[in-house]
């Protein structure tokens, strides 16, 4: 004897979805939320070019680059995954003793916000806008 089991489901158009129907329609929806789901990682991920002209009018001067050594800051060549404090350069005494190990999001709420992600920091200035942040961690992920 031979099973079928019926899945109803709520159709827009008030009838209902039964077998075969409505796995197809659960599979279509899974397939456009992966979909979705990945539009908006890539949306989120930022523009390492844009980032990187961020990067040289607000950061240079103070953070280096592979051929600069920075004049106040930490290295940001390959931050993400190292501690906060790491890094050399003038660090205040709050960055050392945050235990921040830096990832995308948490470089996120810094650059937003540094002062109150990091009471006591020594680094005057944000980044306001979360397009900016995006695209200048996609370029200080970048940096070799």
């Known amino acids: 004897m031979k099973r079928t089991q019926l899945t109803q489901l709520p159709h827009a158009g008030g009838t209902r979805c039964r077998g075969r129907d409505a796995g197809a329609m659960i599979s279509g929806l899974f397939v456009a939320c992966l979909l979705l789901g990945n539009a908006m990682s890539a949306a989120a991920a930022g523009d390492a070019k844009a980032g990187r002209k961020l990067y040289e009018d607000k950061c240079l001067s103070c953070h ?21 404090g790491a890094g050399g350069g003038a660090q205040s005494r709050a960055m050392s003793e945050s235990q921040i190990t830096w990832d995308e999001p948490t470089l996120n709420a810094y ?6 992600k990091v009471h006591g920091t020594i680094m005057p200035i944000g980044v306001q806008r979360a397009r900016d942040r995006d695209d200048l961690i996609a370029y200080i992920k970048s940096m070799r």
């Open 111 to 116: 650059l937003a916000a540094p002062s109150e």
């Open 64 to 84: 280096g680059d592979a051929k600069t050594k920075g004049t106040l800051g930490p290295s940001l060549i390959g931050i993400i995954g190292r501690k906060a």
